[in-house]
């Protein structure tokens, strides 16, 4: 895989974002969104950038709080923000079209980044919640004790490096759910697996529900959760996919 060219953003509000490009056909550009507590530098993403790079450029960006890049983590909140200093840094190195492709976390910033901000041509969620505020699995419960307790906060910033923000959201932001019909008319992929052991399935379904078309959903059979358990057949599906929406899409309507 070539090394990829090092990235500064800085987002509307100001925010540095650590970022990295790799080179690709000036078609088409994946902007990956990882999950939380996740890294673009990580292996599990680097793997993702490696196979996606056969179809196109990728730039793989740390939301803030997360590894390279500053701020504080708002979990969903103003990481729209951080996508788009990413597709703006996309469209400035030439690509026509631009498929942003998150992960959990990196797949409700990226519903909501397409429905409130536009400008891309394709979205891809994977393994994300359609809806806010979720613990009915025993790890949704272990994040939201590291998110909301001090003590939690700390851990994960000691275990991963993550800085989340601590006095929670005020107002609370649009669930993906609330706003995923404003995507249309882009096209909206929805993947999510039968063995997610953090969000079951019925969340993919609502957010499927929730969109227009152009739309699919597809269920995986015995895939877990985000980056780590994708394997890379199924990236290359969804790497296709990506290229096949924009190849048929007209113009960018937002």
């Known amino acids: 895989m070539p090394t990829p060219e090092p990235l500064t953003l ?21 902007v990956l969104a990882h999950g939380f507590t996740c890294s673009w530098r990580q292996p599990a993403l680097r793997r993702i950038a490696g196979v996606l790079n056969r179809f196109g450029g990728v ?20 990481e729209v923000l951080d996508i788009d200093a990413a597709v703006g840094a996309a469209r400035r190195r030439g690509y026509e079209r631009i498929a942003v492709t998150g992960f959990s976390m990196g797949g409700a910033v990226a519903v909501r980044h397409a429905a409130l901000h536009g400008g891309v041509d394709a979205v891809v969620s994977v393994s994300a919640p359609a809806r806010w505020y979720y613990r009915g699995t025993v790890p949704m419960r272990r994040v939201h004790w590291a998110i909301e307790r001090r003590s ?8 991963r490096g993550t800085r989340i923000a601590p006095n929670g959201w005020d107002p609370v932001p649009e669930a993906p759910h609330e706003v995923a019909g404003r995507i249309a008319p882009v096209p909206f992929l929805v993947v999510h697996g039968d063995a997610d052991a953090f969000f079951p399935l019925e969340h993919a379904h609502q957010l499927y529900g929730a969109a227009r078309d152009p739309r699919e959903l597809w269920v995986e059979p015995s895939f877990g959760h985000a980056e780590v358990a994708a394997t890379p057949d199924l990236i290359t599906r969804i790497a296709r996919w990506a290229a096949d929406a924009v190849a048929v ?6």
């Not at 509000?13 to 550009?29: N, T, Y």
């Not at 730039?59 to 103003?78: E, N, Q, Y």
């Not at 939690?152 to 275990?159: E, S, T």
């Open 10 to 30: 800085y987002t509307a509000d100001r925010v540095r974002i650590d970022a990295g490009h790799f080179r690709g056909p000036d078609a088409l550009c994946f």
């Open 59 to 78: 730039i793989g960006l740390d939301f803030r709080g997360h590894g390279g890049s500053g701020g504080r983590s708002t979990v969903g909140d103003r």
């Open 152 to 159: 939690g906060r700390l851990a994960v910033r000691l275990a």
């Open 249 to 254: 899409r007209p113009e960018t309507a937002h």
